[in-house]
């Protein structure tokens, strides 16, 4: 087993897992969470390279994103742009 990069401790975790809805740390390693828990859940992710952040209480919560987008709509508000009545492939390049 690896270190991690990052531990974050002394926090309240949102885990979103009704099995264990709420920990106190968390370590990263290589940009994945490898461990949630409580202070002794990831303190054998700790090593000489590892950067520990006392979090002091704050609440730590998943970073969620909603990556879906109306393709007419998202566009129409994003550049203002009305494809309302463009039927093909090539009148959304032609604007027809």
Avoid: C, K, Y
Wanted: zero cysteines.
């Amino acid at each position: 087993m690896s270190e991690a990069d990052l531990i974050l401790e002394n926090a309240r975790v949102r885990t979103l897992d009704d099995a264990r809805p709420s920990a106190e740390a968390v370590a990263i390693a290589d940009g994945m969470v490898v461990a949630v828990g409580d202070r002794h859940d990831v303190a054998h992710w700790r090593g000489g390279g590892t950067e520990v952040i006392d979090l002091q209480g704050a609440a730590l919560l998943p970073g969620l994103v909603d990556s879906h987008q109306h393709p007419f709509l998202g566009t129409q508000e994003a550049r203002g742009v009305d494809l309302t009545g463009v039927r093909t492939l090539e009148g959304v390049h032609t604007g027809l």
